[in-house]
Nanobody, 124 residues
């Protein structure tokens, strides 16, 4: 699997929406699934946000984010997206995308290919 390149992120206000994207270099996603995780300064481990089976477009959400975050993908562009709404200061974190050649769902150690991470900061 090729390098995952993330874009999006930045500084927003509480209540705002923000979209993150993740593209495999070359424009063709070669994995079976894509996951999104986040890491805050308070927690060493990455927290699962959502994942999607690439071809079937079947999503899986952490209950914490379901209804507020939406995962999607564009197979033609080889790009996955995480649309975040109603952001709150506690959503401030570094967000990572990751890919795997089998379905790992929320199982973080199963993802071997990671994006560089993008900072999302939500001000109150």
């Amino acid at each position: 699997q090729g390098q995952l390149i993330q874009s999006g992120g930045g500084l927003v206000r509480a209540g705002d929406s923000l979209s993150l994207s993740c593209t495999e270099r070359g424009g063709t996603f070669s994995g079976y699934g894509m996951g999104w995780f986040r890491q805050t300064p308070e927690k060493k481990e990455r927290e699962f946000v959502a994942a999607i089976m690439w071809e079937a477009a079947v999503p899986l959400y952490s209950p914490t984010f379901k209804g507020r975050f939406t995962i999607s993908r564009d197979t033609g562009l080889g790009t996955g997206y995480l649309q975040m709404s109603s952001l709150q200061p506690e959503d401030t974190a570094i967000y990572f995308c990751a890919s795997s050649d089998v379905w790992n769902g929320s199982y973080e150690p199963g993802y071997k290919n990671w994006g560089q991470g993008t900072q999302v900061t939500v001000s109150s």
